[in-house]
């Protein structure tokens, strides 16, 4: 090959090598240029991509208008509105025990929170709390009620509960319980049973005391007292209610104390410069 052939070749093919690569510049610019961003928006789906944006921002505003109206009802509570009367329980007591409350969330206040602190006041039974829209609360209280003393120094209730062990409250007119301590259960069942007992032959029981040693006495509207002693109770108990029913309730205004100690009898004591009947 002449030296001339060899050079128009190199010369060809040079040619054909920069043809070749602008060529490819041309095919890349068109896959990564502006052209190709246009063409590959034509393929998106504008139709349901606009659909999808614009349920997005229904719900989006759905969402920011419940927000917004949650807040708007959510007011501070105003009102604490105490219902049931209170002969026991203080209001300053009752109000300190509902501060809570005051400028709390009206939908997120803790109420049962505040219910459970309400009935940890020994002198309150049983509470319920409500919410009065829009910023009001409304409080049910229902108190103990005493039914015997206990110790004087605290009460218990009808269901023979101690709910107090010592308070400055004063309640009169109740009867009085006293016995050992954690005896409260004992002495209330048997005031309970020697009340209806002795009521069948007129007598009212407004006493019972336990002492220490286990001994028994019971004392009614009368003023005066029965000593059971510790032993044999109940059946001191019956011969006492017999004998009553048969002739001591007769002189029953003279009794000073009764004395049933004892196996076959009672021992009466009468009240100074009384005389009872013969009979």
Request: charged content about 25%; overall charge positive; aromatic content about 8%.
């Amino acid at each position: 090959m002449t030296p001339m052939k060899k050079q128009l070749d190199k010369s060809l093919g040079s040619r054909r090598g920069a043809t070749a690569t602008r060529a490819r510049e041309r095919a890349d610019n068109r896959n990564t240029g502006p052209a190709a961003i246009v063409r590959l928006l034509a393929f998106i789906p504008w139709n349901r991509v606009l659909l999808h944006v614009s349920i997005f921002c229904f719900w989006l505003l759905v969402l920011s208008a419940l927000i917004a109206g949650v807040k708007w009802l959510d007011r501070p509570v105003a009102t604490v509105q105490v219902v049931g009367e209170l002969n026991y329980v203080s209001r300053g007591e009752v109000k300190e025990l509902l501060a809570p409350l005051l400028n709390a969330s009206f939908f997120t206040s803790d109420l049962e929170g505040v219910r459970k602190s309400l009935e940890t006041h020994p002198w309150i039974k049983r509470a319920s709390i409500s919410r009065l829209w829009p910023d009001a609360v409304q409080v049910d209280l229902e108190e103990e009620e005493p039914f015997v003393r206990w110790r004087n120094q605290g009460y218990i209730n009808e269901a023979g509960r101690l709910f107090v062990k010592e308070t400055g409250v004063v309640v009169n007119g109740l009867p009085s319980l006293i016995g050992p301590p954690h005896s409260e259960r004992l002495v209330f069942d048997n005031f309970q049973k020697w009340k209806a007992e002795l009521a069948k032959v007129g007598l009212d029981v407004n006493g019972v005391i336990m002492e220490s040693r286990g001994a028994w006495l019971i004392s009614f509207t009368d003023g005066w007292e029965l000593n059971l002693g510790k032993q044999d109770v109940e059946g001191r108990l019956h011969r006492f209610t017999v004998l009553f029913d048969k002739k001591l309730h007769q002189e029953r205004e003279k009794i000073a104390s009764v004395d049933a100690r004892y196996t076959r009898g009672v021992a009466v004591k009468w009240k100074a410069d009384v005389t009872p009947e013969q009979g």
